[in-house]
């Protein structure tokens, strides 16, 4: 019983989250919304890798770009319709991620997470390399235009690229949910909290630790399509080093090991930072700074532990994550 | 989206008195019978935050325009918001801007990578797009971006200048760039390819390139200097240009150094560097330096001066940061007055494009503003200076690029 009422305030907590802002808010507004649609999906699949699965990265950036760019060239070079462009991002980011995931293997730790800062490091200039330059168009990166709704819905562009976004999104979040909480989840965090002992339980270390690096860079890929679309434009410069630390911030500060958490993180990263240029012209990335403090010193676990402690109708179902 | 944009005017030409009279079909946009909105994104936060200097002084003059009656009978609201130097937040910010703001222009937005991604979207919203802080080239595209404009010297331009001066009197010079992997710097490429034509490969033995996101260029100096050349051109933003500075000098390599004007400032480039380490140096101005004592006397530079006093006190006079803004929004100053009453964006539009010889205080004598109907280069006039260690001391003539 308690389980079903908290299920239905959850459904009906999403169907509002993806309704109300379709009458209520601007088209600026919107797009700050897909924005965190993709944001959420980037920092849950750095958070199935790093917060579940134990392996941390600092690149999923590359991930993210790379799944902008496939979208933005499919759609500028061969004309093919955005949705199309979502799964191919989706397949060629879990490639990438899956061969990644082969030397981290070898890597643990820090090591790992060096690994991947430089190739998010990389990628900005891989974008740029003249070899590529008929693709990505170099610099100056690649404009493409937004989609409108089809079938003759009654929706701008900026409604339908949410509600678009939103259902993606909830598809995979339910995805990410059903595979944490299932079997292959608690394999996952065996091999986070006990490598030794996972292993002596019969898990396959290698082939699961590759296997979610490829999920994760999926999650990511897709995030960067949906971004890409949203944005209209993709350039070497959107995907700065620092958007990988972005995501990680917004990963620890929405609570690792959580799925709602990724929300949490994509509200974060999308609204902190035009908070603090609204405090400070001076310094916002001092101002920046010290709420990331705050929020560590407040919600030492993220901000989805906190949200766990006040809200009972989720408490029994996500106390066991 | 058509509904949209026939309330933003129907509810701009009531605001602003419906009894004016304009063209039919005039779009006025932030625009009240006491206000005008003026929308800028600068970056205040991350790697180009040494930039965010010319938003505090955009915002500065707009408030000493308001204190002196404002434009038009009307006070300037300049809202301008952090965009961290990246595309996306750009256009975050720019959508809010003109969504939810509802300016009536933007002004003065910062960036090469940022403009180019909120472009297309400024000129499918007919919104003015002007005099962006970026000396691309491509700004002055006018077929294909009626709603874009930009105001300094575009980088080809400088580069071209550059390639003369070398042809000319270094004829069996050996040249090395550093540019930055961005258009930016790639335009300083084409515009030494442009200048000396078929004895590019002739003159240019060594090319090399940093990301914006590097943390230092002390390799590429050194590459370079072992590659023998004596002549060296960088196209680098201030922070990287120390660096250049700094490190050829410390390795007792001493080329002909060509900078590009983006880093000439003494405040952000020069004093970080070292000003003796800096001697020789040649850049192209088109701005008055701050710190060259011929200035001093100069009515202009006063009334720079004594802008800066009242309104950024603060603020280091040695920035050619705050000149560049003070030129650029003298400039928009004019563009309002020549709009009269009618601050919709067509005519704002129209009057961008008829800067006739205007002049500027901040700009050296001899340069002027122009623009037409088929001119969206702003200024297209600079002069050579030489680094003399405390100072720069322009030579030669004004020589257009």
Partial sequence: ?321 | MKRRTFLAAAGGVAAAGAGLARPALATTVGVTATELKIGNTMPYSGNASSYGVIGHGDAAYWKMVNDMGGVGGRKINFISYDDAYSPPKAVEMVRKLVEEDKVALLFHPLGTPTNTAIQKYCNAKKCPQLFVSTGADKWGDYKHFPWTIGWQPSYQVEARIYAAYIKKNFPNGKVALIYQNDDFGKDYLIGLKDGLGADFSKFVIKVVTYESTDATVDSQVVTMKDSGADVLVTAAIPKFAAQVIRKVYDIGWKPAHFMTNVSSSVGATITPAGPEKAVGMITSQYLKDPTDPEWDKDPGMNEWRAFMKKYIPNGDLTDGGYVASYGACTTMHQVLKQCGTDFSRENIMKQVANLKNETVPVLLPGITVNTSPTNFHPIRQMQLARWAGKTYQRFGDVIQG
Avoid at chain 1, 106 to 117: D, F, I, S, V
Avoid at chain 1, 157 to 171: G, I, K, N
Avoid at chain 1, 254 to 282: C, E, M, R, T, Y
Avoid at chain 1, 283 to 307: D, K, Q
Wanted: one cysteine or more; aromatic letters at 12%; proline letters at 4%.
């Fill in chain 1, 1 to 321: 019983m308690r389980i079903m009422s908290s299920r239905l305030v959850l459904v009906l907590l999403v169907l509002a989250m993806a309704v109300v802002p379709l009458f209520v808010s601007s088209g600026y507004q919107l797009f700050q919304f897909t924005m965190v649609v993709a944001y959420a999906l980037a920092v849950l699949g750095v958070n199935l890798v790093t917060g579940y699965n134990g392996q941390i990265s600092l690149g999923h950036g590359a991930f993210y770009a790379i799944g902008a760019y496939v979208t933005a060239i499919m759609m500028d070079h061969w004309d093919l319709p955005y949705w199309s462009t979502l799964p191919v991002a989706a397949v060629i980011c879990a490639g990438v991620g899956f061969l990644l995931g082969l030397p981290a293997l070898r890597l643990g730790g820090l090591y790992l997470a060096l690994t991947t800062l430089a190739l998010a490091a990389a990628v900005p200039q891989l974008l740029k390399y003249d070899l590529f330059e008929g693709w990505t168009g170099g610099v100056q990166g690649i404009s493409i235009i937004k989609p409108d709704a089809p079938f003759g819905l009654p929706l701008n562009a900026d409604q339908w690229l949410y509600l678009f976004s939103f259902a993606v999104a909830v598809v995979l979040f339910i995805s990410a949910w059903n595979l944490v909480n299932g079997r292959i989840g608690r394999a996952l965090k065996a091999i986070r909290d006990q490598p030794l002992a996972a292993e002596a339980m019969g898990i396959d270390l290698a082939q699961l630790k590759t296997r979610t690096f490829a999920a994760s860079a999926m999650y990511t890929g897709i995030a960067g399509s949906i971004a890409a679309i949203a944005v209209q434009f993709v350039s070497p410069d959107s995907f700065a080093s620092a958007l990988s630390i972005t995501l990680f911030v917004g990963m620890v500060v929405g609570g690792a090991a959580s799925i709602s958490g990724a929300v949490f993180g994509a509200l974060f990263i999308q609204f902190i930072p035009n908070i603090a240029d609204q405090v400070s012209k001076a310094a916002p990335g001092a101002v920046y700074g010290l709420i990331l403090i705050v929020f560590m010193f407040v919600a030492p676990g993220g901000i989805a532990s906190l949200v766990r402690k006040w809200w009972p109708a989720g408490g029994s179902r996500a106390r066991s994550t």
